[in-house]
């Protein structure tokens, strides 16, 4: 699993971005049922997040950023 390791982290982390000012603007407050249904849109499955599909290193972390942005259809 990737998630919980520092690729995964920095591309949620910089998906949170544009996930965020899809809903909201600065200072604003955004649901967890909005992030949810966001994150509904995305079609990976457990077994996806690996090493072999996500790259260790920002190269990776940049791949998944890429496919959350893609698949949830946010403008970046």
Partial sequence: MILNKTNGHNALMRFFRPAYLNFASPG????KEKFFGLF???GLSDN???RTKFLPGSTGATELYRMLVQQTGLAV
């Fill in 48 to 50: 996806d997040f690996d």
């Fill in 40 to 42: 509904e849109r995305v």
């Fill in 28 to 31: 604003q407050s955004v649901t």
